[in-house]
């Protein structure tokens, strides 16, 4: 069965301090895509960062970037110098390939503050 | 990244009203579309996902004839919630691919949502 875990179910950060989610995934396949989401209190999901499972460095994008550990089937996100702006929910999602569709599969996020 | 319009973003009808909400594409076509429900403090569940020019694929427990889907472009699918219920009330978001980045990609960007509350 595939499974995204996120054990952290809220965090609390100093600004400008790095912080990490925490991110597991269960599959058995070979090929797959692992997501970050960004959902503020407004409601809207903001794309982040990906990595693919064949994927040899690690995935970064501005101050985002994913700890891609395959063996222990881990994909946590990094985020550096945090800012106010960052206090939002996160969703890690995986995307296997098997299949014919480009189906996500969430784990249940994680509920990040930052404090001044 | 890329924009995906959700319309409307908050409405309040009353029980037994049918309720269409809209999304579109509005800088890349996608063939693929899905749509979400939310509760509160909760992950997304994958209602369906909608296909241009064909049927929605409905996740098992999900009532076809409750949520209906059509996907009548490349920019535009919508989510009709027929005979509306207090208990449909909740959070619907939903999702656009934007392929051509390499099959291995295929990112879902996501509109920004519609409150619906059924009273």
């Known amino acids: 069965a595939q499974k995204i875990t996120q054990t952290q179910p809220g965090m609390f950060v100093q600004e400008k301090e790095a912080v990490t989610l925490d991110c597991t995934y269960d599959?058995?396949?070979?090929?797959?895509?692992l997501f970050w989401y960004k959902q503020p209190s407004s409601g809207e999901m903001i794309f982040l960062i990906y990595?693919?499972?064949?994927?040899?460095q690690n995935a970064t994008e501005g101050r985002y970037s994913l700890n891609f550990q395959k063996a222990r089937k881990s994909a946590n996100l990094v985020i550096s110098a945090s800012q106010l702006g960052d206090s939002a929910m996160y969703f890690c999602?995986?995307?296997?390939?098997?299949?014919?569709?480009?189906?996500?599969?969430f784990g249940t996020g994680t509920l990040l503050a930052v404090q001044p | 990244g890329a924009v995906v319009s959700q319309h409307p973003s908050w409405v309040i009808c009353k029980s037994g009203t049918s309720v269409k909400i809209e999304c579109r594409s509005l800088d890349f076509q996608a063939t693929t579309m899905f749509w979400y429900r939310q509760f509160p403090k909760q992950s997304l569940m994958l209602m369906a996902t909608s296909n241009e020019g064909s049927k929605a694929t409905y996740e098992q427990g999900v009532e076809k004839d409750k949520f209906l889907i059509n996907h009548a472009s490349l920019t535009l699918s919508t989510l009709t919630v027929t005979s509306a219920h207090p208990e449909d009330s909740s959070f619907y978001i939903c999702?656009?691919?934007?392929?051509?980045?390499?099959?291995?990609?295929?990112?879902?960007?996501f509109g920004a949502g519609t409150r619906l509350s059924v009273l």
């Open positions: 599959t058995s396949d070979q090929s797959y895509g």
């Open positions: 990595q693919g499972s064949y994927d040899e």
């Open positions: 999602a995986m995307r296997t390939y098997g299949g014919a569709t480009n189906k996500l599969i």
């Open positions: 999702s656009a691919v934007k392929g051509g980045q390499g099959l291995a990609k295929n990112i879902q960007y």
